[in-house]
T-cell receptor
Framework: DGGITQSPKYLFRKEGQNVTLSCEQNLNHDAMYWYRQDPGQGLRLIYYSQIVNDFQKGDIAEGYSVSREKKESFPLTVTSAQKNPTAFYLC???????????FGSGTRLTVV | SQQGEEDPQALSIQEGENATMNCSYKTSINNLQWYRQNSGRGLVHLILIRSNEREKHSGRLRVTLDTSKKSSSLLITASRAADTASYFCATDCESSGDKLTFGTGTRLAVRP
């Protein structure tokens, strides 16, 4: 079945540590997105990529980095520069925005 | 920045009743989409309505769009306990490029 897979489901980060969240899709979608969701809040865009080897900052890119070396993969690194990383992270993909997004099941990151 | 604002923030109804959620936005859009999110999960695309459309149906869902008022409504008829979730509107703005901006969501609880 086609879909989008995020891993791990839960992730714990120590202070000062970088962590990488995985996002893989087999839908042949060109565009991929990373959103952050805080409790009771909407989604805020971190980074997005419309084509391989190209990506743009979203509204809250500081403290995060991404790469898009393959069409299927769009990993997100939460760096130590991100001061408040505890949140629920959602990855999505789409053919174009006119067709709606397909979301992964999310990664819950907690700083310990 | 968040383009859409849903109203109400929370809604509790009895099974079998209809649920209506509203979304207001600020700038001109190409299309507006509605998504559902079950607790701790990713979002699921429900329906997309284009800026030149006024109403759209999908099963028990009815979406209206009033571009003059910059608002949309989502009606769920004959609600079921399984409809309990958060519902988000998302807009594709003419100025935002190929990405969606999500609202803050309405939490719907359907009592059996």
């Amino acid at each position: 079945d086609g879909g989008i897979t995020q891993s791990p489901k839960y992730l714990f980060r120590k202070e000062g540590q970088n962590v990488t969240l995985s996002c893989e899709q087999n839908l042949n979608h060109d565009a991929m997105y990373w959103y952050r969701q805080d409790p009771g809040q909407g989604l805020r865009l971190i980074y997005y990529s419309q084509i391989v080897n190209d990506f743009q900052k979203g509204d809250i890119a500081e403290g995060y980095s991404v790469s898009r070396e393959k069409k299927e993969s769009f990993p997100l690194t939460v760096t130590s520069a991100q001061k408040n990383p505890t949140a629920f992270y959602l990855c999505a993909s789409s053919l174009t925005v006119n067709y709606g997004y397909t979301f992964g099941s999310g990664t819950r990151l907690t700083v310990v | 920045s968040q383009q859409g604002e849903e109203d109400p923030q929370a809604l509790s109804i009895q099974e079998g009743e209809n649920a209506t959620m509203n979304c207001s936005y600020k700038t001109s859009i190409n299309n507006l989409q509605w998504y559902r999110q079950n607790s701790g999960r990713g979002l699921v695309h429900l329906i997309l309505i284009r800026s030149n459309e006024r109403e759209k149906h999908s099963g028990r869902l009815r979406v209206t769009l009033d571009t003059s008022k910059k608002s949309s409504s989502l009606l769920i008829t004959a609600s079921r306990a399984a409809d309990t979730a958060s519902y988000f509107c998302a807009t594709d703005c003419e100025s935002s490029g190929d990405k969606l901006t999500f609202g803050t969501g309405t939490r719907l609880a359907v009592r059996p």
